[in-house]
């Protein structure tokens, strides 16, 4: 008997089979060398139980029912994953040990470990722990193997976070719709609350209202032409303590304080009070955390975070960068011997700046103390082959982010001049290079505004002209993607408390780099946010949810703590148990607030053209469409379906399908009267024909959108009468 190595999804498997040599593929697993086999999941194969699984009552909603608080914790076996289920179980009595081969995260963790104890494995585990993907790393982790006990506490983190998701969300969800029911604000939909989409939410309708309310305040800018024997610059005033016409911002509102300082400078002689040079260096940026990649991504590429999450773990998954969902940006020292081979192979592929690259020099970056789980997303080495042009692109950015580290710290002048004029203080600053290091990498070059070079303290100046620029304040930019990412990492900046910006700060965060991108998409399909061009903006649906949630829920600072708890409980420092008791009674605590909120008026969801009703705003692989499942009040009492075009829904076209597996209108099957749907061949692209979900019954023709006539051996698309599913 040997090892049953057990993966996160199937292309990790598979990597790993080539590894240990000598596959043989067969259903749901790969037999190796050695009597190992490798067999995987598909994420999670088992799924939190329902609430009328633990009460049959708890199928209708009611207000009474909350909160629903399990004491005995059930899962299932979600109905895709039976089969895969079915046959680890059958493995698992073939081998004497188990590799939890989970990603390199707590989620990962917990996806196997759940799979055990719900199949009762009582035997050895060992822990595969593998940041990357290529062979010399499997290699070497599969050397370094570790008993999965010393992850327990890890899983148990993924377990709170799973089991506060659903007492929180599925309570606080029941209980806000059913509140906006009651008060006729809607009368179908789901308003849902979130441990972390609720909070980020929060900073989207923050950002747009402080847009909204911006109002636009002139001030000034006084400045002088100097005139120097060495040269003519431009100096800014300098206020001082006492000087008038200043607001709290230390910015000059009053015009006739600027036309006083102006006229009072024009033809004067003054001198240099300070004439000072400094150099400076400027250390590359880290190699890409998740964020950061994304949010590059977003603004060089214009993809949105979930397309980068995927295109990442893509390149993963094909062994050329290392693993994706990471926060932490530093790598481990002995990584730092792999760079010559990494760099040539870089190089081989035009890499910008990699044949210049310096292996020999050492960054920052290189530091084992600053790396937790997971190090920075670097290239492994291996050939980048295959790539879609999106694919290259995103991984270029991953290439460069590891170059940089290979080229000397940007070197730079500051040069500062103060000179003192008609009584008062105006500074020129400006640069000079040294050397361009790491910012020649891609051209990355600042434009740097000289000073005349050779000026010295008490050296005498003229102004030759003096004037003030009139300027308006502007208003904080709307959030993109890349921004909103960038703001979840950093959403210490959104709260006052000196104390809690520490704890928010070490907490990195909210959410994690692994479920960022995936928060965002929720918001946009529960048509919280829209997206306009790369712009976020939130909705009137998502302003009202917001205004009337508890303040714990919205607050990016209590999301943030509970993610810090998690961290902790993952140290082993925090019991599973008393985190939940928290949960329960912030739980029942904010059921009383949420019972007690009185909302606007309805909503402004678009109506379903044949009952009124709100629409719903789904999404699924085709993207987002709108659909009504008011049933009973349609015509042919079925659902009805419609794409959506920025955020409103819009006659479905003939080529799209539909979003749900049903028709864009309800066409009865002749044979059952249920739904038919329009499905494109496989075999055959641009070719449709239509169907129900009953097999045996007759395909149809397309004929222009329509179903037309039963299908025949003479139709184009030929077949024995049923297509399997």
């Known amino acids: 008997m040997g090892r049953l190595f057990i993966a996160e999804k199937p292309s990790m498997g598979r990597a790993l089979a080539e590894v240990l040599g000598s596959p043989k593929p067969s259903e749901g697993h790969i037999r190796c060398a050695g009597g190992d086999i490798v067999t995987w999941c598909f994420g999670h194969l088992l799924e939190q139980a329902e609430p009328e699984a633990y009460d049959p009552d708890y199928k209708s909603w009611n207000m009474s029912h909350l909160p629903i608080i399990p004491v005995s914790w059930k899962m299932g ?200 040079s400094e150099e400076k260096k400027e250390n590359p940026p880290l190699p890409h955390t998740l964020a950061s990649l994304q949010a590059a991504a977003d603004k060089k590429l214009g993809l949105s975070a979930q397309q980068t999450l995927n295109i990442a773990q893509a390149l993963y998954e094909k062994k050329i960068s290392s693993y994706p969902r990471t926060d932490c940006a530093y790598l481990k020292e002995e990584q730092f011997d792999d760079a010559p081979g990494i760099l040539m192979m870089l190089a081989k592929h035009d890499c910008p700046g990699a044949s210049g690259a310096n292996p020999g020099i050492k960054s920052p970056a290189w530091n084992s103390a600053k790396v937790d789980a997971h190090h920075g997303i670097i290239p492994t080495g291996e050939q980048p082959r295959g790539l879609s042009r999106e694919e290259a692109a995103v991984f270029s950015l991953i ?20 000179v003192s004029l008609a009584e008062e203080r105006w500074k020129g600053q400006g640069q000079s290079v040294v050397d361009l290091g ?67 700060r070490d907490a990195k965060g909210i ?21 306009k061009g790369k712009q976020l903006m939130s909705t009137d649906t998502g302003r009202m949810l917001i205004d009337a949630v508890p303040s714990p829920i919205k607050d990016p600072g209590t999301t943030a703590l509970w993610e810090m708890i998690l961290n902790a409980m993952a140290a082993g420092k925090v019991p599973l148990a008393d985190f939940m008791l928290e949960q329960e009674r912030l739980v029942r605590q904010h059921l009383a607030a949420i019972a007690s909120v009185s909302l606007p008026g309805r909503i402004s969801l678009p109506p379903c053209p044949e009952c009124g009703e ?47 597996g049903e028709s864009a209108q309800a066409f009865p099957c002749p044979e059952c009267g249920g739904p038919l749907r329009r499905i494109e061949s496989r075999k055959k692209q641009g070719f449709f024909f239509w169907g129900c979900k009953e097999n045996g019954h007759p395909l149809l023709q397309d004929e222009g959108g329509v179903p037309g006539k039963p299908m025949t051996f003479d139709s184009p698309e030929k077949g024995k009468g049923r297509r399997k599913r």
């Open 77 to 276: 076996v979600r109905k895709d994953a039976r089969a895969q289920v079915k046959v680890i179980k059958g493995l698992l009595k073939e081998c004497d040990s188990v590799v939890n081969f989970g990603d390199p995260e707590r989620e990962g963790q917990l996806i196997v470990d759940e799979l055990l104890e719900h199949l009762s494995w009582k035997g050895r585990t060992l822990r595969l722990w593998l940041n990357s993907a290529d062979e010399k790393s499997v290699r070497k982790a599969l050397a370094e193997m570790k008993d999965n006990s010393n992850y327990r506490d890890l899983s148990q983190s993924a377990l709170a976070r799973s089991r506060a998701d659903w007492v929180v969300g599925m309570n606080l969800t029941r209980a806000m719709t059913l509140t906006a029911r009651s008060q006729g604000v809607i009368s179908g939909g789901v308003l849902s609350v979130g441990r972390v989409q609720t909070p980020v939410l929060a900073i989207v309708v923050g950002r747009d209202r402080e847009i909204e309310n911006f109002r636009p305040k002139a001030y000034f800018v006084p400045y002088i032409m100097a005139v120097h024997a060495k040269g003519t610059f431009k100096a800014l005033w300098v206020a001082g303590d006492e000087s008038a016409g200043m607001d709290d911002e230390n910015r000059l509102v009053d015009e006739a304080v600027a036309r006083q300082i102006v006229a009072k400078a024009t033809g004067k002689s003054g001198v240099v009070a300070e004439a000072k």
């Open 614 to 660: 709100p629409l719903d705003l789904r999404s699924n692989k085709r993207g987002k469409y709108w659909s009504c499942f008011n049933k009973g009040k349609h015509k042919l009492g079925e659902p009805l379906f419609w794409d959506d075009d920025g955020g409103k829904p819009v006659q479905r076209s003939a080529s799209s399908g539909t979003g749900a």
């Open 399 to 418: 290439a460069e982010g590891y170059v940089r580290q290979f080229y000397n710290p940007y070197r730079y002048m500051t040069h500062t001049v103060i």
């Open 511 to 531: 959410g994690t780099s692994a479920t960022q991108s995936s928060i965002i998409e929720t918001l946009k399909t529960r048509h919280f946010l829209v997206k």
């Open 438 to 504: 790491w910012r020649s990498v891609a051209g990355d070059n600042e434009r740097c505004e000289a000073l005349p070079q050779g000026i010295r303290q008490g050296d005498p100046v003229a102004a030759e002209q003096a004037a003030y620029d009139s300027l308006m304040t502007k208003p904080p930019a709307r959030f993109t993607e890349g921004t909103l990412l960038q703001a979840m990492e950093n959403v210490h900046r959104y709260v006052q408390d000196q104390k809690l910006k520490k704890l928010l």
